[in-house]
């Protein structure tokens, strides 16, 4: 059974995603679907930002590629709660290097960008009781 789902904007989703601490990219390894659970931060253009290690078989699957990245927030009493989705590009880059920006930060990590081409997202309504 399939609850009705509510829909949400564009602005609505970005301030649920800017509100979560984990989220999910989705990309292609070997044509291939993986998923992976990250942290990340919203950008204030709306772009998820994300954290890879230089030279990482993650980071080169990802950079360049279309890519979805998903986050949610449900109660596990109840089921009710939100699921966004952002489609887009990602691309690799060292935060405020413009002399090399594929150049990994002091920790040997960069920064991946997913800039959002389409976002959408829904609130879940809480789980009907089951009936005797």
Known sequence: MTPDIAPLEERHCLRLLAGAPVGRVVYTVGALPAVLPTRYRLDDDGSVLLRATAGSEF??????????????????????????????TAEAGAEGSAADPIAPAL??????????????????????????
């Not at 980071?59 to 109840?78: C, H, K, P, T, W």
């Not at 879940?124 to 009936?131: E, F, I, S, Y």
């Open 59 to 88: 980071l080169r699957a990802v950079a360049g590629a279309l890519v979805a990245f998903q986050a949610d927030e449900i109660s596990a009493a109840d089921g009710s709660g939100w699921s966004v989705t952002v489609l887009g």
């Open 107 to 132: 920790d040997g990590r960069v920064t991946i960008r997913i800039s959002p081409e389409w976002v959408t997202g829904c609130l879940l309504p809480a789980a009907l009781a089951p009936q005797p």
